[in-house]
């Protein structure tokens, strides 16, 4: 690439934003690294700051297929990388049964009928048989891909291990056929909420990503691009409450995500700007707990009264 | 430029931000990328490539900022001509010339120079600190500008000391301060590291009880680093269960030489054998500092160990698991220290007390361990108590913080109780501690 570090990683910054992604120089750099190194990102951050939305945004941008594997407790590697068609595997050997008959006919003795058993071409285990699976169907896309692997904090810890070989050398090893190379090294992104440390061996391969909750300036932008249709003063009003929120003592802080929800519900309502009644009436749309919702109440009226000022 | 950057992989080093070679590999080819020139993306690609947990981004920021300051102004500096002096007098030396240019940037620079020369990255300890600056003021040449000083000083008829000699004094006593703040600032780049290692190494064969409380968060960070090094290495024994879900993968695979007839089922579900810990701690006075380690310890192991109960006496015994269980380690821990600690020990009483709760719960699986220096105040020993719990159990260890010197003397019966102890470890310093635990878990699970 001959353009400079610098000016790419604007250009990303900016073809994000065409997608309605706003992202931080951060994002952008890492996204820019990412592909110049051919290394996967690993990102964490509380849940709804964009860390998915990320991954689809840079399928977009680089217009590349996006294949997701979401993780969960008890994933293995043939839900996640390739699994071999049983059903066909068995009418395969009712076929060579019969098949086996002719093959045999005429032959003299054990040894002959050995040595034909073993001219025969067996595809018992070949790509016919191959079910791919997304990490699989990541590596042998001729086009490039963009690969999520959501929530890898969700699954076991012998998963990571399955997934280091990939992230490395874009290769897997599958026993019966050998070892299959990328044809195109995807652009792998993996999410973690931090349910569970990560082990160090597989975030030394990645780069990693920490996606905080954006500041106020940022958060204007994200609204703006993506609920455009909201008025200038109620989009200030709204950010600012949201960001004293999150000062709160909360057991889930509204997110990216919920402040576009809620901007989206006050559009609905046809509002111009905040009141205190109608944040009270609209928290539920902010906060996912009671308790959050019960403490929030009462702060409501500084809250809106400090979005005024 | 590539001194730099392992220069700088110390420095994080040094705040515990762990970086492997790979690591520093990756860095250096994402700085080929991207060149030192623009600061900013400097500092952004490294960070996605050193830092790798939210905690270590922050210290990452610190530690950029206070790096590059000092590398970058030492570098862009340029070096000025030395004006006239205004005075009848001149100064002689290299180092008087140069104090009297006054240019602070430059000054900064040749002590950097002389920093490296004297091996300021090799300081180790605080104590150097004083060592190292002298060296550095040496190879600047204060040496010499001391002797001018003192010719300057015998020039004087008056006894008063002329423009020039006050001008030089005064700047050779701001340039101590600044040779002192840049070898402490180096001594934090490059020294702290051992010092740690140095206080952990310290922490860990130090006696347990003699352990100041201040320490007690470091130490804390301690012990769960060790607990979770023990964690990782006994968390992968598991065992395959015959129940659960049906395999067909491996089921098929394995049934192909029967002509795909299932014959041999396989099954998918794996089961953690999670063994029952019991956990009694003397917390009298004597003992209960090792307590406090031995349930930090046990509780910070909750990933290997899901069953674990503690129980905690001095006289009476009493239930502590649902407080550990909950929140705050060290808040629980002072909690229960507060409420049954203090007394004197009553080793009977605690044993009728911890069989009359929870005797029936001990079976095979079950591994009580025992934290006390049996020191029974001569009272009744009640043997039997324990040698009922060893009988329904698996295994009983018992961990004394004492020196193995200091048992059975005095009111310590220790020997008593031995007889119904699977096995009786010493177990005074942190180091010893992590090693029964580590026979613990091999044998427990």
Request: glycine share 6%.
């Amino acid at each position: 690439m001959s353009k400079g570090p610098a000016k790419t990683i604007a250009d990303i910054t900016k073809g994000f934003a065409k997608h309605q992604y706003i992202c931080s120089e951060q994002i952008s750099t890492a996204v820019y690294l990412a592909n110049e190194l051919e290394k996967p990102i690993l990102i964490e951050g509380p849940p709804g700051v964009g860390k998915t939305e990320l991954a689809n945004t840079a399928a977009l941008y680089y217009k590349k297929a996006l294949l997701r594997l979401q993780c969960y407790e008890g994933l293995d590697e043939t839900k996640a990388l390739y699994e071999w068609r049983y059903g066909k595997q068995l009418l395969y050997t009712q076929i060579l049964k019969e098949q086996m008959q002719e093959v045999l006919e005429g032959a003299k003795g054990l040894k002959e009928s050995l040595d034909r058993l073993m001219e025969f071409e067996d595809i018992f285990f070949s790509e016919q048989f191959l079910e791919s699976r997304p990490l699989l169907k990541s590596l042998t896309s001729s086009e490039g891909t963009v690969l999520l692997i959501d929530e890898v904090d969700k699954a076991d810890e012998e998963f990571e291990a399955l997934l280091l070989e990939i992230l490395s050398e874009f290769q897997v090893s599958i026993p019966e056929l050998g070892v299959k190379k990328a044809v195109v090294k995807p652009l792998v992104i993996l999410t973690s909420n931090n349910s569970r440390e990560i082990g160090d061996a597989l975030k030394r391969r990645c780069l990693h990503l920490y996606i905080p909750f954006p500041d106020a300036k940022l958060e204007r932008e994200i609204i703006q691009a993506r609920v455009p249709e909201i008025s200038k003063s109620l989009q200030i009003q709204l950010v600012d409450f949201v960001q004293g929120l999150r000062e709160l003592d909360l057991k889930k802080l509204p997110a990216i995500s919920e402040t576009i929800d809620w901007a989206k519900t006050l559009i609905l309502l046809n509002a111009d700007e905040l009141s205190q009644e109608l944040a009270k009436s609209t928290l539920n749309v902010l906060l996912k707990h009671q308790q959050d919702i019960d403490v929030v109440q009462k702060e409501v009226p500084r809250l809106v009264m400090a979005s005024d000022g | 430029m590539e001194r730099v950057l392992t220069d700088f992989v110390k420095t994080l080093r040094n705040v515990n931000i762990r970086v492997s070679p790979a690591e520093t590999l990756d860095a250096t080819e994402v700085i080929e990328k991207v060149g030192y020139d623009n600061r900013e993306l400097l500092k952004n690609t490294l960070s996605l490539t050193l830092s790798k947990t939210p905690d270590e981004k922050e210290k990452f920021d610190t530690c950029f900022d206070d790096f590059f300051r000092e590398k970058l102004s030492s570098d862009e500096i340029p070096l000025k001509e030395v004006p006239d002096l205004p005075t009848d007098q001149t100064a002689n030396s290299d180092l008087a010339q140069h104090l009297l240019s006054d240019s602070y940037s430059d000054m900064e620079l040749s002590i950097s120079k002389a920093g490296e020369e004297a091996e300021i990255r090799e300081i180790k300890y605080f104590t150097q600190r004083a060592v190292f600056s002298r060296r550095i003021l040496d190879i600047m040449g204060v040496g010499k500008l001391e002797e001018e000083l003192s010719l300057l000083g015998q020039a004087n008829k008056d006894g008063l000391p002329s423009d020039l000699e006050q001008k030089l004094r005064n700047e050779l006593t701001h340039l101590r301060e600044r040779v002192s703040d840049y070898v402490q600032q180096q001594f934090l780049m490059h020294g702290d590291v051992t010092g740690e290692q140095l206080r952990e190494q310290v922490f860990k064969s130090m006696n347990m009880g003699q352990i100041d409380r201040s320490y007690l968060h470091e130490v804390h960070s301690l012990v769960r680093r060790m607990a979770k090094k023990l964690a990782n290495m006994h968390s992968r024994r598991k065992k395959n269960f015959r129940r659960g879900k049906l395999d067909i993968r491996k089921t098929i695979q394995d049934n192909w030489v029967n002509q795909g007839i299932l014959f041999n089922l396989r099954w998918s579900y794996k089961k953690v054998d999670r063994p029952k810990i019991l956990v009694i701690c003397d917390v009298s006075g004597s003992v209960g500092a090792y307590a406090r380690f031995m349930l930090m310890f046990l509780f910070s192991l909750t990933e290997v160990v899901s069953k674990i109960r503690a129980f905690v006496f001095s006289s009476h015994l009493g239930e502590v698991t649902d407080e550990f269980k909950g929140g705050n380690l060290e808040d629980s821990i002072e909690s229960a220290l507060s409420k049954y600690g203090g007394g004197s020990t009553d080793y009977a009483h605690a044993f009728s007390d911890f069989v009359s709760l929870c005797i029936d719960e001990i079976d095979k699986k079950t591994t009580v361990v025992i934290l006390g220096d049996a020191r029974n105040n001569f009272g009744p020993e009640k043997a039997e108590l324990l040698k009922s719990v060893y009988e329904r159990s698996k295994q009983v260890y018992w961990l004394n913080p004492e020196g193995k010197y200091r048992w059975n003397t005095g009111d310590s019966v220790m020997n008593t109780y031995s007889a119904y102890c699977t096995k009786v470890f010493e177990c005074g310093t942190l180091e010893q501690l992590e090693r029964v635990i580590s026979t613990l878990l091999k044998t427990a699970i």
